[in-house]
């Protein structure tokens, strides 16, 4: 059996977290369609250890950009790998720059997924979640708006 590896609420393994997921949980959980253990893995994204309607509802939040949604969107498993580089610079291009904005509302909107370096680069304001907040303090710093420079650390050394 390969070994199970993808992203959280991504349960039926397109590569994108969207309202097929979610309607895939709530289906397990009425007890209408079975999940492997992988997808059993992947598809508890708020961690309690139950596949429940709790974690549909997480999945769907996601979709539509709404919190909380737990895990949703996050390697499986979590990364052990060593993150190099700045917060912010999820191209590596050493710049933190409008590119940077745009590569986090395409993951955002499930158009592009993220390595879980990436992911780590992405969280700049340092919540533990990758969402359109870190997009707009990217996209404010390109511009030199730093009203919210306090919440953040865009440029700084990943640790």
Do not use: H
Not at 20 to 33: E, H, K, L, N
Not at 50 to 71: H, L
Not at 108 to 123: E, F, H, I, P
């Amino acid at each position: 059996m390969p070994p199970c590896t993808g992203i959280y609420g991504d349960v039926n393994g397109d590569g994108i977290v969207n309202a097929t997921d979610a309607w895939m949980i709530a289906q397990y959980v009425a007890g209408t369609r079975t999940f492997d253990a992988c997808q059993l893995k992947k598809a508890d994204v708020n961690g309690d250890g139950i596949v429940d309607a709790v974690d549909a509802q997480f999945i769907a939040n996601f979709t539509v950009g709404n919190t909380p949604y737990g895990k949703t969107g996050q390697p499986y498993p979590a990364p052990s790998a060593e993150c190099t580089g700045i917060y912010g610079d999820l191209n590596n291009d050493g710049i933190v720059d409008i590119t940077d904005a745009v590569f986090i509302a395409q993951y955002v909107a499930g158009t592009r997924t993220l390595d879980a370096c990436q992911l780590k680069k992405a969280d700049v304001n340092g919540d533990g979640i990758v969402n359109g907040v870190d997009a707009l303090f990217i996209a404010q710093y390109t511009v030199g708006d730093y009203t919210n420079a306090p919440n953040w650390r865009i440029g700084q050394p990943v640790t």
